[in-house]
């Protein structure tokens, strides 16, 4: 893993980008860290060339972004055209809002659209990607629901892009879960895993986790990911702070370059 493919899911840093102004400035500290990629994500209204214009003046560029599920089922030409407008490939599903998983046609809806959808965006030169939660780790009939949603739709159609703490939080292998996408996991999120004094999960900063990042990059690596997205639900503090220590130490201790 180079520096140059660590990107910052800017979702860490939604209370950040409320207003183009906001942006602009959140997008400046996020440079000044170190990173030199971000995923659109979380962020207030703004015009795709004015966000292209900022892009531009802080070095940044946007290696991908979530988007709207009931649009990217329903009408993915519009996706389409916003990712064309960000100079921009890959997107993802971020969350399945609405899906009834004790329906089984719930679930063979949602996987039928996002194959289409993929279709459609992979027409365009672009990539579908999901982003798991812990939901899609309840049992299906082989493996998981996430198993169910990679085994029903073409790997051209719909990738991956794997959050490491909620498949840890759904009792899967992050690594594990990077080698069964080898070829198909263009993305991922690395997002620490940690317990509390009082009993309970937490987000953490790259590094103040138990999650085995050695292994996991590796493991992504081997599956040809090609962006390393840092994002971190909450944090204790000032989320800049968390992924100032979170950049930091894939600086020192993951990347290569």
Known sequence: MNLSQ???QLYTLRDHLKTP????????KVAAIGYRAVQVSGMGPIAEEDLNAILKETGLICCATHE????IRKEPEKIVERLKKLNCRYTAYPYPNGVDWAKPEDLA???ADLDK????LRQAGQVL???NHAIEFLPHSEGTVLDAIYRQTDARNLQGEIDTYWVQFGGGDPAAWCRKLKGRLPLLHMKDYAFTLADKPAFAEIG????DWPGIVAAAEAAGCEWFIVEQDTCPGDPFDSLKISFDHIAKKLATA
């Open 208 to 211: 103040k986790g138990n999650l």
């Open 6 to 8: 660590v990107a910052a």
């Open 109 to 111: 809806s949602l996987i």
């Open 21 to 28: 102004e906001e942006i602009a400035e959140t997008l400046k």
């Open 68 to 71: 709207p599920g009931d649009v």
């Open 129 to 131: 990607t999901y982003h």
């Open 117 to 120: 959808a993929g279709a459609v």
